[in-house]
């Protein structure tokens, strides 16, 4: 249809022939370059980069994802739960994992330059890092420890999705300098939406709810969520979907940090123990497996909105999200070009 939309606009009478040359030149490009990404698509599985690997939830996530039988590209710091999450990953072929400090961006940039030479296009970025301490009253702490927790939980996702745009959606399209980009995004503009990537942050009831002695970790996940609701909106041209995904509370090192926490730091802290004794933490590994399609299948109309794993309405859009769907979805952009 929007195909069509580009001839009968270079068919109106006051449409400069030089206009049309140019438009038809970079949308014959961008059909091109759309077919072959289809293509790609289609012959095998893309890539899954997910940061916070080495332990809980983005562990769960990155072997789930390497089951499905994704390249899986797992991110963290050195450490004994890295080289064992790499060893797991040796069972399945051109997965692995990369060391990198969230909190140093020459590290940040290392690991991306490395992801670049293993792939030339990631399927779904999942930015699962996450840092809560120290726990404490905003009055009691340091500015240096609020700037380290925004760095880690807000700004590193900020950062490592910029250096990974190359790799991410109509990646030719996001490379190309300005002025010929947008006559690529005027002529990509004129086709049906195609979703080519899907990042998706980790969020919290912390980013709606302050909780005493975590504002670092509050004021980062509430920043973290507009930020992807930023991104969504400017990121769409580019074939790339930004979604933000709260996971429930989970049996993880995190939790069990809140647990050691000092009670006289730590208002909520009975609340916390009061879930752990109830046994109402849930496995990541059961959460993983879940809301995978979502992360992975997603379509492009759920961009820019924060889903809870534990609530039911999720039934409802993981209907959306199958692989077939992302499949029929590709081959309708393989029959548009
Ligand atoms: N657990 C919950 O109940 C809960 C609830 C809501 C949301 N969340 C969110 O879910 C996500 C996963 O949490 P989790 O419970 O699985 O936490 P976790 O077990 O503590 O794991 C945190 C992960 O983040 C990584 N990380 C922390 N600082 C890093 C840094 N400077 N550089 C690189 N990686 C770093 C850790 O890797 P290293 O090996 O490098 O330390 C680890 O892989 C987080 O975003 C968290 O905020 C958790």
């Known amino acids: 249809m929007r195909a069509h939309g580009i001839l009968a606009l270079m068919s109106l009478p006051g449409c400069c022939c030089w206009l049309s040359v140019m438009l038809l030149g970079t949308a014959s490009a961008f059909l091109t370059m759309a077919a072959n990404t289809a293509a790609a698509g289609a012959a095998g599985k893309s890539t899954v980069v997910v940061t916070g690997a080495s332990r809980g939830f983005g562990r769960a996530l990155a072997l789930e994802a390497a089951r499905e039988g994704h390249p899986v590209i ?25 060391e990198c400090d969230l909190g140093i961006p020459d590290s940040m940039a290392r690991a991306t330059t490395q992801i670049m030479m293993r792939t030339r296009h990631v399927g779904t970025l999942v930015h699962a890092a996450g840092r809560l301490g120290p726990i404490g009253n905003l009055a009691k702490s340091t500015a240096s420890s609020f700037k380290e927790g925004l760095d880690v939980n807000l700004v590193a996702v900020d950062y490592l999705t910029r250096r990974l745009l190359p790799l991410l959606g109509d990646h030719r399209a996001t490379g190309t300098p300005p002025a010929a980009g947008a006559a690529l995004r005027e002529a990509a503009s004129l086709l049906p939406p195609r979703l080519l990537s899907r990042v998706c942050v980790i969020s919290s009831g912390a980013a709606h709810t302050p909780v005493a002695s975590w504002s670092t970790y509050c004021v980062a996940k509430a920043g973290l969520l507009m ?12 074939g790339i979907s930004v979604i933000a995904l709260s996971p429930g509370v989970l049996d993880t090192a995190m939790q069990a940090e809140i647990r050691a926490a000092d009670p006289d730091d730590f208002p909520e802290h009975g609340l916390f123990t009061g879930y752990h004794a109830a046994g109402a933490l849930a496995d990541p590994a059961e959460v993983a497996a879940r809301v995978l399609p979502l992360l992975l299948h997603h379509p492009a109309s759920l961009s820019g909105a924060e889903y809870a794993a534990d609530s039911d309405s999720l039934d409802v859009v993981l209907r959306l999200c199958s692989a077939d769907a992302d499949n029929a979805g590709a081959a309708a952009n393989a029959a548009v070009v």
Request: aromatic residues 8%; contains cysteine.
């Open 74 to 98: 797992g991110l963290a710091r050195r450490s004994a739960d890295l080289d064992s999450l790499g060893k797991e990953l040796e069972a399945f072929p051109g997965s692995c994992v990369l």
């Open 227 to 238: 930020w992807a609701r930023c991104a969504a909106v400017d990121l769409a041209q580019y």
